[in-house]
């Protein structure tokens, strides 16, 4: 049994980080390049539907409207089990079950196929949902095992340690997709590397778990006023920002262009697939990764200059011109049809899509009220950004099974981002009583 180490020592600061060198893998390798890569691949390139559920969809429809519903189910779930862990004093319990469902469901995703489509999908949904319910526990551990001035660092160095331990696996898994020169072959290692993806998450997290206290218990029983404690705390938050009208005004600026950066963060490469002529098989499997490692690289730089911007010109400013740029991108991604295009996009992305991610979060953080329980503002604020991602995903999946073409649906959140900079504008400049 594992020593019990105390608040803010580095060991306990470091595993808790590790978690994030565990998971990561998953938004990248599943999430953003070789999955939608190889559920591209499975349909014949004339032929993009798919039977479900009693009606015919578009491939790219589908798979977004299954996104939609998994996000629906985590930002009604999350409150719920935030409270009862937090009552029972076991959120490594809960942790570890989210990090197991989600990396079998990675391991599941070997067997996905047209045919036995049901699932399919639900190890797809066991993967995201695994993902981002085990997110949810290991954020709220945070104030417990860091101090408030430890906080800003820990938190960085999970997202550098994530950053670093996602990219080498998905070079690993790059290599293994390239080195067939057979395109059966070449599916086959990509099913390969759902199984490295669930194993890496699976047994990596081990050390965070070894370490990682498991809670304070209360030795009293979960009764229904505790399950849902978790709801009455995020009531108690939207009355509250009823009264405070910066706040609300920025919430709902962030609702507004927070739905559509997630929505294009999701099937980014769903569209590059579709919509780009890449010419062979071969060029749009490394161009679909290359723009994905791109993305990632220029992000880091793209966070640097833009908590740089908000120093200089203030964080609302600086979130104005980056939805201005997320407006254009839209405007452009219509047009773009080749590689090229679709490289100068993904750096364009990379370059404004850590940046405006963290100046959301930071920015709300700010304008907080003076209180102790940061936590319910925080989960309202996470259910608020998920909500959002169900909406601007059923709206983009809606577009394209109607109209046959994602380009229209990325035009679409043109009008989200528009949107998005007038609620900006409307933010008071200083707190109004």
Same mark, same amino acid.
């Given at each position: 049994?594992?020593?019990?180490?105390?608040?803010?020592?580095?060991?306990?600061?470091?595993?808790?980080?590790?978690?994030?060198? /565990?998971?990561?893998?998953?938004?990248?390798?599943? !999430?953003?390049?070789?999955?939608?890569?190889?559920?591209?691949?499975?349909?014949?390139?004339?032929?993009?539907?798919?039977?479900?559920?009693?009606?015919?969809?578009?491939?790219?429809?589908?798979?977004?409207?299954?996104?939609?519903?998994?996000?629906?189910?985590?930002?009604?779930?999350?409150?719920?089990?935030?409270?009862?862990?937090?009552?029972?004093?076991?959120?490594?319990?809960?942790?570890?079950?989210?990090?197991?469902?989600?990396?079998?469901?990675?391991?599941?995703?070997?067997?996905?196929?047209? +045919?036995?489509?049901?699932?399919?999908?639900?190890?797809?949904?066991?993967?995201?949902?695994?993902?981002?319910?085990?997110?949810?526990?290991?954020?709220?551990?945070?104030?417990? @095992?860091?101090?408030?001035?430890?906080?800003?660092?820990?938190? !960085?160095?999970?997202?550098?340690?994530?950053?670093?331990?996602?990219?080498?696996?998905?070079?690993?898994?790059?290599?293994?997709?390239?080195?067939? +020169?057979?395109?059966?072959?070449?599916?086959?290692?990509?099913?390969?590397?759902?199984?490295?993806?669930?194993?890496?998450?699976? &047994?990596?997290?081990?050390?965070?778990?070894?370490?990682?206290?498991?809670?304070?218990?209360?030795?009293?029983?979960?009764?229904?006023?505790?399950?849902?404690?978790? @709801?009455?705390?995020?009531?108690?938050?939207?009355?509250?920002?009823?009264?405070?009208?910066?706040?609300?005004?920025? &919430?709902?600026?962030?609702?507004?262009?927070?739905?559509?950066?997630?929505? @294009?963060?999701?099937?980014?490469?769903?569209?590059?697939?579709?919509?780009?002529?890449?010419?062979?098989?071969? /060029?749009?499997?490394?161009?679909?990764?290359?723009?994905?490692? @791109?993305?990632?690289?220029?992000?880091?730089?793209?966070?640097?200059?833009?908590?740089?911007?908000?120093?200089?010109?203030?964080?609302?400013?600086?979130?104005?011109?980056?939805?201005?740029?997320?407006?254009?991108?839209?405007?452009? /991604?219509?047009?773009? +049809?080749?590689?090229?295009?679709?490289?100068?996009?993904?750096?364009?992305?990379?370059?404004?899509?850590?940046?405006?991610?963290?100046?959301?979060?930071?920015?709300?953080?700010?304008?907080?009220?003076?209180?102790?329980?940061?936590?319910?503002?925080?989960?309202?604020?996470?259910?608020? +950004?998920?909500?959002?991602?169900?909406?601007?995903?059923?709206?983009?999946?809606?577009?394209?099974?109607?109209?046959?073409?994602?380009?229209?649906?990325?035009?679409?959140?043109?009008?989200?981002?528009?949107?998005?900079?007038?609620?900006?504008?409307?933010?008071?400049?200083?707190?109004?009583?």
């Amino acid at each position: 049994m594992a020593v019990q180490l105390q608040k803010g020592s580095k060991k306990l600061l470091n595993a808790w980080a590790f978690y994030d060198w /565990a998971n990561s893998v998953y938004t990248l390798t599943i !999430a953003s390049s070789i999955f939608p890569i190889f559920y591209s691949a499975l349909f014949v390139s004339e032929i993009k539907k798919v039977q479900a559920f009693g009606m015919e969809f578009k491939s790219t429809a589908l798979i977004t409207f299954v996104t939609a519903f998994t996000f629906l189910v985590v930002s009604f779930t999350s409150p719920i089990l935030s409270g009862i862990a937090d009552f029972a004093g076991n959120k490594k319990g809960f942790l570890k079950f989210f990090c197991y469902i989600g990396g079998i469901g990675c391991i599941g995703l070997y067997w996905f196929s047209l +045919e036995h489509i049901y699932l399919s999908i639900l190890f797809y949904f066991m993967g995201l949902i695994g993902y981002w319910g085990s997110l949810v526990f290991y954020n709220s551990y945070l104030p417990d @095992i860091a101090y408030p001035e430890q906080q800003d660092k820990i938190s !960085a160095k999970g997202f550098s340690l994530g950053y670093f331990g996602s990219v080498i696996l998905l070079i690993i898994n790059l290599v293994m997709v390239m080195i067939p +020169e057979d395109g059966a072959a070449k599916i086959q290692m990509m099913r390969y590397s759902f199984i490295t993806v669930g194993l890496w998450w699976i &047994l990596f997290s081990q050390y965070t778990f070894y370490w990682l206290p498991k809670g304070v218990s209360s030795q009293n029983k979960v009764t229904k006023k505790v399950i849902f404690n978790g @709801i009455k705390e995020l009531q108690k938050v939207w009355k509250a920002l009823k009264q405070d009208i910066r706040l609300k005004r920025y &919430l709902y600026a962030f609702f507004v262009f927070s739905m559509a950066v997630q929505t @294009i963060m999701l099937v980014a490469v769903y569209f590059g697939e579709e919509e780009i002529e890449w010419g062979s098989s071969e /060029a749009k499997t490394m161009g679909l990764i290359g723009s994905i490692l @791109i993305i990632q690289i220029i992000a880091i730089l793209g966070a640097f200059l833009t908590s740089r911007a908000s120093a200089r010109f203030g964080n609302i400013q600086t979130l104005i011109f980056v939805n201005v740029i997320w407006m254009g991108l839209c405007f452009y /991604a219509y047009f773009m +049809e080749t590689p090229m295009e679709f490289y100068i996009a993904a750096a364009i992305v990379g370059l404004v899509m850590g940046g405006i991610q963290a100046l959301a979060r930071s920015t709300y953080s700010k304008f907080l009220p003076e209180t102790k329980d940061t936590t319910s503002y925080f989960s309202f604020f996470d259910v608020t +950004e998920k909500i959002g991602i169900v909406i601007g995903m059923l709206i983009y999946g809606t577009i394209d099974q109607i109209t046959g073409s994602m380009r229209n649906s990325i035009l679409f959140l043109f009008i989200f981002f528009l949107l998005g900079i007038v609620l900006l504008f409307r933010v008071p400049k200083k707190k109004l009583d």
